[in-house]
């Protein structure tokens, strides 16, 4: 197979940044699409020409590195699938295929096709975890979670932290990220003695960062691991109540 | 430098007591004191952040270096199958005792009895505290926590979340360590690599780092650094490992005077994907829990090229059931991998470049029926077809061993500290607990263990004893002449001007790697990597082409450093493998082996950890010797028949 790669190359963040059109021959559909960036890299660095930046790491799907806008889909068109996992049969032979990186303002571009996802991190250090020092455990069969609970939770646990929600977003609202989080901790039992501080605390870490979720869905259709809206709307409900239940704890609130 | 003393430090008395009386003797740090220490991490993998974020609960002053953008991509991330502990909630026979037996004898007898045996008692504490994070294991309908069986065990000791358990168990201990950096007890430093350790009077003092943002090349002191920097199998280019994954940190260590010990002991994991073509830049692996419902099998017949649904019952090998009819399918990885490549070599290899061997699920379909096997497996499977194009629910899979986890490393004794005093080495990138051969779901518990239960107490111990002294300053000549080794280094990288990038070198290194130091060894094939790799290395050194500049993002630059090491680092796995004139676990010497092809192990000569010293650029490694001591397990030829 052969492609011709619109790749956006932009030196570093203060940097207009432009496209430039590689070949890419000799491509077996066996390929995954991080290989064909390899093989271009490998070309360019022949040719004396700095190759592209990507950010990706493990290649199997679960690190959540790398990250492309490929023709104008995040993580390109196989649904469920990250970059690395995105295989070149699923591209028609002689396409033109044009290659971006996660375009949101709380992601300013670092160079090439890397982007700065650290606003991710501050997320989770507003209250992505239950507060329990090593040491303090009790044997973990005296909390039976029931399957169900422990399931749905893990559904929400599955993100990757990629991004791709906020790069497909129109928004660029990270809701799904924040309400995947949220949820994971807020639904099991262990998570309890935090659910309203950490809903309010993340929830408004996140707005500093983000824009505002109009639930266009997005997200989810982007999502590698399919992660379901159905959490934003349990975050936004853990969120209004938050309000209250915050106030009531604090001795603040109107009705104790 | 000092001379080297090889002490494993491992306390007196009985086994079962060992960790219980040596941690009432270790020394403490006060709460007051412990802020007046501050401690260096390297690396944010299950080890270093359990380390990371367990140190600054107790109040020391932790700095963290990743080069991931975020510490949640360490590769510990990738770990599919699960985490054994000694819970024995299956009232199967599980015990401490057993699964400490069942780690020494998977490991061909060839690591430390205390370190396992500790190993194993701090397990069920690992589950525990994970729960309490908030990781979702698996559970029963009543709730409780399931489990699974692993390779080269009988019980079901396997605690798992899906097919996803590293990523639960490193979000937890990411989350807890993010926890401490809101706290303001953590300073976390992204995108920061460790390219040397500064030591003075011969203790570690700190590190130089790169940010591989702005190329700003740095000293951080401490009063300990605490390496967690994972596994060398990326030295065979082609594994399982992420892409990024490297040896530098610990090569840069050992270079100042750490040991390295096993260099040879590497893991070659039976079931992966088998390489589809020459560009292929990395291999994946398909966790071992397949191997509970998948059954392994050829065709009788090498010239047998109908589709595997269509070969009849009595047409087919499953050839581990037939050799190891006690354990079957679930043999441990060094056996079930050596098995699959006997297949392929007399070609009787699937696929088509007749690469693999299959491992079939029809049965466990049948039998179980297609929700449960989704249940427990979905996510592999659709991983699988995603690479292949190939439904796994219809099709067995093709798999085939590629190299997944390396036994050998940094040597350190009973407290996880090098021999170089004040660096600790946890996880993979130490060679304590696993022997000669790791079994599966160990991984996990060996980096938590490190990090949340052991290093936490016995760094203390160490720092105790520099109580009243301040961390040496980076002004001090040391920091500043390491500063400007790993200066001249980036230019010179930069300054070469040939015309083979890292990765062609890289491959090329990679190759000779897994040809001669792969699945089997022998003499003449060492002997000849010997002469390979040093020829491939000057070769590197005139002709490397790194682009660019080094005060951006330079992923050439970062690689050229890191091939550099591996080098190094592949030239002492050659030299360790041909020193030991035996066969064990994961290092397989074609000059010993039982007729029908087992490993053969000297115990009376090869008993020992082979931890070698640094001696200069031009000088091979002077090997030291730590004899290893059985008195709990009997010293036999392991066999899973």
Same mark, same amino acid.
């Given at each position: 197979m052969k492609f011709t790669l619109k790749v956006w190359r932009q030196a570093g963040p203060a940097d207009k940044g432009h496209f430039e059109t590689y070949d890419a021959e000799n491509v077996s559909d066996e390929m995954s699409f991080l290989e064909v960036l390899d093989v271009v890299n490998e070309d360019l660095i022949r040719d004396g020409k700095e190759p592209i930046q990507f950010d990706h790491d493990c290649r199997e799907g679960i690190c959540g590195s790398c990250g492309l806008m490929i023709n104008g889909q995040a993580h390109g068109p196989q649904r469920g699938t990250a970059t690395c996992q995105l295989h070149m049969r699923k591209f028609q032979d002689g396409e033109t295929i044009v290659v971006e990186p996660w375009r949101a303002a709380a992601f300013p571009v670092v160079r090439d096709l890397v982007v700065n996802r650290s606003a991710f991190d501050r997320i989770v250090e507003a209250g992505g975890y239950i507060s329990v020092n090593t040491g303090s455990a009790v044997e973990a069969n005296m909390l039976p979670v029931p399957k169900a609970v422990s399931d749905a939770a893990m559904d929400a646990a599955a993100c990757i932290g990629c991004g791709a929600c906020v790069a497909a977003c129109p928004?660029?609202?990270a809701q799904l990220f924040t309400a995947a989080k949220i949820q994971h901790l807020n639904l099991l039992p262990q998570g309890q003695a935090e659910r309203w501080s950490r809903t309010e605390n993340m929830v408004e870490t996140m707005e500093e960062y983000f824009g505002s979720c109009t639930m266009h869905r997005e997200c989810e259709a982007a999502c590698p691991k399919v992660i379901s809206i159905d959490f934003i709307s349990y975050m936004n409900r853990d969120y209004v109540k938050a309000k209250t239940v915050n106030r009531n704890l604090t001795g603040q609130g109107l009705s104790q | 430098m000092t001379p080297v003393t090889l002490d494993s430090h491992i306390p007196d008395g009985p086994i079962a007591e060992k960790w219980e009386s040596h941690r009432f003797n270790m020394r403490l740090v006060n709460p007051a004191n412990k802020r007046r220490f501050e401690v260096i991490v390297v690396g944010t993998g299950l080890a270093g952040a359990s380390a990371a974020a367990t140190m600054a609960e107790l109040g020391y002053r932790v700095k963290v270096f990743t080069f991931h953008d975020s510490p949640r991509r360490a590769h510990s991330i990738a770990a599919q199958g699960g985490i054994n502990a000694a819970k024995n909630y299956q009232n199967d026979g599980d015990s401490h005792f057993r699964l400490f037996y069942d780690t020494v004898k998977g490991g061909d007898f060839r690591s430390r009895e205390a370190n396992v045996y500790r190993l194993a008692q701090v397990s069920v504490d690992i589950i525990d505290q994970c729960v309490a994070q908030g990781v979702p294991f698996a559970r029963e309908y009543g709730g409780m926590l399931e489990n699974r069986? &692993?390779?080269?065990?009988?019980?079901?000791?396997? &605690?798992?979340?899906?097919?996803?358990?590293?990523?639960?168990? %490193? %979000?937890?201990?990411?989350?807890?360590?993010?926890?401490?950096?809101?706290?303001?007890?953590?300073?976390?430093?992204?995108?920061?690599?460790?390219l040397d350790l500064v030591t003075v009077d011969g203790r570690a003092t700190g590190v130089v780092v790169r940010d591989l943002i702005t190329g700003e090349i740095t000293s951080h002191s401490g009063h300990a650094v605490v390496l967690a920097t994972g596994g060398y199998g990326n030295v065979y280019y082609l594994s399982t490992n992420a892409k990024k994954s490297n040896a530098t940190a610990a090569w840069r260590a050992h270079k100042k005077g750490a040991l390295f010990a096993n260099a040879c002991y590497t893991q070659i994991h039976p079931t992966c994907i088998p390489a589809s073509d020459e560009f292929q830049s990395k291999l994946t692996l398909m966790s071992e829990s397949l191997r509970n419902d998948g059954r392994i099998w050829v065709p009788k017949d090498p010239e047998d090229t109908r589709p595997a649904d269509q070969i009849p019952e009595d047409d087919r090998d499953y050839y581990l059931e037939r050799q190891y009819p006690s354990f079957g399918n679930l043999v441990p990885r060094d056996v079930a991998s050596r098995a699959a490549k006997r297949q392929v070599d007399t070609g009787r290899g699937v696929g088509p470049k007749k690469n693999g061997v299959y491992l079939d699920f029809a049965e466990a379909i049948a039998r179980l029926g297609h929700d449960v096997i989704e249940e427990r497996y979905g996510n592999l499977f659709e991983m699988y077809e995603r690479i292949t194009g190939e439904d796994p629910y219809r099709m067995p899979m093709r798999i085939y061993p590629a190299t997944h986890y390396t036994m050998g490393g940094l040597w350190v004794d009973y407290n996880l500290m090098s021999n170089v005093p004040g660096l600790f080495v946890l996880g993979e990138a130490n060679f304590s607990d696993h022997g000669a051969n790791r079994l599966g779901a160990s991984a996990l518990m060996q980096g938590l263990a490190d990090g949340y239960f052991i290093l936490p107490y016995t760094i203390g111990d160490y720092l105790a004893g520099l109580l009243g002294q301040p961390a040496v300053p980076t002004s001090h000549e040391a920091f500043v002449e390491a500063q400007r080794?790993?200066? #001249?280094?980036?230019?010179?990288?930069?300054?070469?001007?040939?015309?083979?990038?890292?990765?062609?070198?890289?491959?090329?290194?990679?190759?000779?790697?897994?040809?001669?130091?792969?699945?089997?060894? #022998?003499?003449?094939?060492?002997?000849?990597?010997?002469?390979?790799?040093?020829? %491939?290395?000057?070769?590197?050194?005139?002709?490397?082409?790194?682009?660019?500049?080094?005060?951006?993002?330079?992923?050439?630059?970062?690689?050229?450093?890191?091939?550099?090491? &591996?080098?190094?680092?592949?030239?002492?796995?050659?030299?360790?493998?041909?020193?030991?004139?035996?066969?064990?676990?994961?290092? &397989?010497?074609?000059?010993?082996?039982?007729? #029908?092809?087992?490993?053969?192990? #000297?115990?009376?000569?090869?008993?020992?950890?082979?931890?070698?010293e640094w001696t200069g650029p031009d000088t091979p490694q002077v090997l030291h010797k730590e004899e290893l001591e059985f008195e709990h397990v009997h010293l036999a030829t392991r066999s899973y028949r």
């Open positions: 928004n660029g609202a | 069986s &692993f390779g080269g065990v009988q019980v079901s000791r396997t &605690f798992y979340a899906r097919g996803q358990t590293g990523q639960q168990l %490193l %979000l937890g201990a990411y989350q807890a360590l993010m926890r401490q950096v809101s706290l303001g007890n953590v300073e976390l430093h992204p995108r920061t690599e460790m080794g790993v200066e #001249d280094q980036v230019r010179q990288f930069l300054s070469i001007g040939g015309n083979r990038s890292p990765d062609d070198f890289h491959r090329e290194l990679g190759k000779i790697v897994w040809d001669k130091i792969g699945m089997e060894r #022998d003499r003449a094939g060492l002997e000849q990597a010997l002469r390979d790799i040093p020829a %491939l290395k000057q070769e590197f050194y005139r002709d490397l082409r790194v682009l660019g500049t080094g005060d951006t993002v330079n992923d050439s630059l970062e690689k050229a450093a890191r091939v550099a090491d &591996f080098f190094e680092l592949a030239e002492l796995m050659a030299r360790d493998a041909l020193h030991r004139e035996e066969s064990c676990g994961g290092h &397989f010497r074609v000059e010993h082996q039982y007729e #029908d092809g087992e490993a053969k192990r #000297d115990d009376e000569n090869f008993s020992y950890v082979g931890a070698w």
